[in-house]
């Protein structure tokens, strides 16, 4: 049984509960053997959805859906629905590897270039010496091709970490996880760059404040028509409270 708190958003159901509680259900889940698919969303993500009808799809069949995003924490106190706290990616990631060395679960890494994936993976190993690696592969793949899926089935890993950023992560995940019978698999985005080392976080006190968007904004202004997103998924939220209402 789910011990985890949920609140639903424009139709998502998102989860509302501190990153332990959420990492203990993985763990029970993994334990269980049951397989599980987590989405890190954002608000960039969940207006995707709106623009394509497959992709909606793809994550109506997550078993979890988390809120990477400031926004979608924004968006439910608008709506009166607040969640407990965002749960970033990345963050989850390396509770994730964490975990994996406590309990001796294996991991398999999928994204990114070659000699990020490389680098994250070295990075890995030095951050938890005892983390049991089954593999690794770059991003740059076939999507057709069921040769990776099958080499990761040959490793049977516990956790699959896909970097191949949205919405081709949780489509391959969707696509490809019907062959295995048990593992976490989570769209990670761009948290192998920043594991190598080649991509910054912000530092803590902007996380704390709930600026690393802008901070990843002001390092990158190239990002800035990808931010443009965050006030109309907002004005959706604003607009879905008042139709509530009246």
């Known amino acids: 049984m789910d011990i985890l708190k949920t609140v639903e958003l424009l139709g998502t159901k998102f989860i509302s509960s501190p990153m332990e509680a959420f990492v203990q259900e993985l763990n029970r889940r993994l334990i269980s053997g049951q397989q599980t698919f987590v989405v890190t969303a954002n608000p960039e993500i969940m207006m995707y959805t709106y623009k394509d009808p497959n992709y909606a799809q793809v994550l109506k069949h997550a078993d979890y859906i988390i809120p990477d995003g400031i926004g979608v924490v924004m968006a439910s106190k608008i709506l009166k629905k607040p969640i407990e706290s965002r749960l970033p990616g990345f963050d989850l990631m390396m509770h994730l590897l964490e975990l994996a060395t406590e309990k001796n679960y294996s991991v398999y890494f999928l994204g990114a270039k070659e000699e990020v994936i490389v680098k994250a993976v070295k990075q890995a190993a030095i951050q938890f010496p005892k983390l049991k690696i089954a593999g690794y592969h770059h991003g740059y793949i076939d ?104």
Do not use: C
Request: aromatic share 10%; charged share 25%; hydrophobic share 45%.
């Open 143 to 246: 999507f057709n091709d069921t040769s990776i899926i099958e080499e990761i089935r040959s490793k049977s890993p516990d956790i699959v970490l896909v970097g191949l950023g949205f919405p081709q992560q949780e489509m391959w995940i969707q696509n490809n996880r019907h062959v295995m019978e048990k593992g976490v698999f989570m769209g990670v985005g761009g948290s192998f760059d920043v594991l190598a080392g080649l991509v910054k976080r912000a530092p803590e006190i902007w996380q704390k404040l709930n600026l690393e968007w802008l901070y990843r904004l002001i390092k990158q202004p190239s990002r800035w028509r990808r931010m443009t997103v965050l006030p109309l998924y907002l004005l959706k939220a604003i607009k879905a409270r008042l139709k509530r209402e009246n």
